[in-house]
């Protein structure tokens, strides 16, 4: 069974960083896409960031500038990177990755941004 774990959330400032994790088991993330997703309550989940197989990587506008998303193969995790956080991104970060047209996802990492 696919499994991905997501670790690093905790409590910033205001502008303050955070490093997540998304790592794998019984998949290899370097041959597949992953995302990160964010739940706000009284939000529907959206999309943050991709690294795509082939190491492209993409990002919501709202995270351009200020969150990076990267891939350690030998650790089999997917990392994003977000600086200069702010409230509105607080919530439950979510890892998401695709087998066979299946969707996997982490059990999420809980983020809170406060002034």
């Known amino acids: 069974q696919v499994q991905l774990v997501e670790s690093g959330g905790g409590s910033v400032q205001v502008g303050g960083s955070l490093r997540l994790s998304c790592t794998a088991s019984?998949?290899?993330?370097?041959?597949?896409?992953v995302m990160w997703y964010r739940q706000t309550p009284g939000k529907e989940r959206e999309w943050v960031a991709v690294?795509?197989?082939?190491?492209?990587?993409n990002y919501a506008d709202s995270a351009k500038g200020r969150f990076t998303v990267f891939r350690d193969n030998e650790k089999n995790t997917v990392y994003l990177e977000m600086n200069n956080l702010e409230p509105e991104e607080r919530g439950i970060y979510y890892c998401?990755?695709?087998?066979?047209?299946?969707?996997?996802w982490g059990q999420g990492t809980q983020v809170t941004v406060s002034a």
């Open positions: 019984r998949i290899v993330l370097s041959t597949n896409g």
């Open positions: 998401k990755t695709k087998k066979r047209n299946r969707d996997y």
């Open positions: 690294v795509a197989s082939g190491g492209a990587r």
